[in-house]
Structures are given as C-alpha cells and as structure tokens.
C-alpha cells in the first residue's frame, strides 16, 4: 500500500498560518493526494486535493513538491474551529481495480488563542 | 443535499452479541465505502461495493463480519458474534464514481464492545 507520513501533532497561534507537511515518497506517477480533517466526533470532511502543481480553494492550499514525494497544507489564517486531526490521503487500487483511500496517522492540530 | 448518515451514532454490546451498523449513502451515489479505525491505528478500508456488488473485501477483518448492500441504496455491516477487538469507530463513505472522484464521510459509528 502507498503509505502517508505525518507529524503527530502541532501548536498554532490562532489567526497565523498552520503549515502541515506529508510525506509520500511511494505516490504513484498519476495519483492525486487528498487532505481531509476529522473534527471531535464527525467523519472525515474533504479539504483539498492535487495532483502536481499547487491547488488553492476557500479553506486551504495545498503545496506539492516537484518531485511529489512531500506536500504541505497550509491553512492561512488558522481559527480555533480549525483544532482537528488532518489526514494527508493517497489512493491504493484494490484488488478489483477500483479505489481505497490510505490514511496515515494524521497530525493532530491544536489552534491556541 | 442530506449528506453520508450512520446509524448507531453509539453501539455498546458484550462480547459474543451480534451488531448490526446501517449507513444511507448520498442519493444517487452507487459507491460505497466502510472503513473503520480501532483503539490507536489508522482507519482502514474494510470493503467496497458499487451498487449492490461487492467489488472489494479485501480489508474485511474475518467471517464474522459480513457487509451487504441489498437494492443498492443503504448498506449494513454485521458483526457476529462481536469480539473485544471489534471496538471502534466504523465510518462510511460514499462517491459518485470512482475514479478520481472524492469520497464523502458520514459521521461514524462508535462501536464498543465489553
């Protein structure tokens, strides 16, 4: 399985930027990372995903390296309802040939005030 | 748009009973998804069906779990006779497609077992 490494945790100072990195040297060539959060007792809500250049959507971006073994989520002005664990996400082609996500540990982000 | 709903929100049982989770998919999703994530590891896939065929069990743990997706719309998970290990927080998803389509996460179902 290609696998996602991800700090365990870290700290914030409310209203500055969070930059959470992920490590993902096996990605395939044509695989997307997906970034999803999981906040205290909810499922798992999609953030952001790309595939090789940057992406950039309302609550996020999303760096890529160029060689695509690393990325980092940036949140830009981090809120305390941003306290949450974020996952950093590759896809796996199941036995059948279709897809299952492949999470990591995810690292759990604390926003102080 | 209601979204991925689970039902129980909470399941607690003892050792040797039968569970039996539901999930309703978003309306009009053919895939869906379980996974789950037990004391202190990461969430796992469990299976996969499109419409009502199972295209991929791979990460179902044993035989007394068994999935089933009858009519293609709503899916439910049975665990029989439940373990101590089964305890955790089982999560479905669904997505229009497959490829390259994002999957979307009900809430969970906290299962504990005693």
């Known amino acids: 399985d290609a696998k996602t490494t991800q700090p365990t945790s870290m700290d914030c100072a409310e209203g500055r930027a969070a930059n959470l990195p992920c490590n993902h040297s096996t990605i395939s060539g044509n695989e997307y990372v997906y970034w999803y959060r999981q906040i205290h007792s909810q499922g798992p809500q999609y953030i952001i995903h790309g595939l090789k250049n940057n992406e950039t959507n309302e609550m996020a971006s999303l760096i890529i390296t160029e060689d695509r073994k690393s990325s980092t989520l940036i949140l830009p002005h981090a809120t305390l309802r941003d306290t949450a664990v974020y996952y950093c996400i590759v896809r796996d082609r199941t036995t059948s040939g279709t897809y299952k996500y492949i999470f990591g540990t995810g690292t759990r982000l604390k926003v102080l005030a | 748009e209601a979204g991925v709903t689970q039902f129980p929100s909470h399941s607690v049982i003892e050792k040797g009973q039968t569970v039996t989770l539901r999930c309703d998919p978003i309306?009009?999703?053919?895939?869906l998804y379980w996974y789950r994530r037990v004391m202190g590891k990461e969430i796992k896939f469990l299976l996969h069906?499109?419409?009502?065929?199972?295209?991929?069990e791979s990460g179902m743990p044993n035989n007394r779990f068994l999935a089933e997706r009858t009519g293609g719309t709503y899916s439910t998970l049975k665990v029989q006779p439940a373990e101590l290990e089964d305890s955790g927080v089982y999560f479905c998803a669904s997505s229009l497609g497959d490829s390259r389509v994002l999957q979307y996460f009900g809430p969970g179902t906290r299962l504990t077992v005693l």
């Open positions: 069906f499109v419409k009502e065929s199972k295209q991929d």
């Open positions: 309306s009009g999703h053919d895939n």
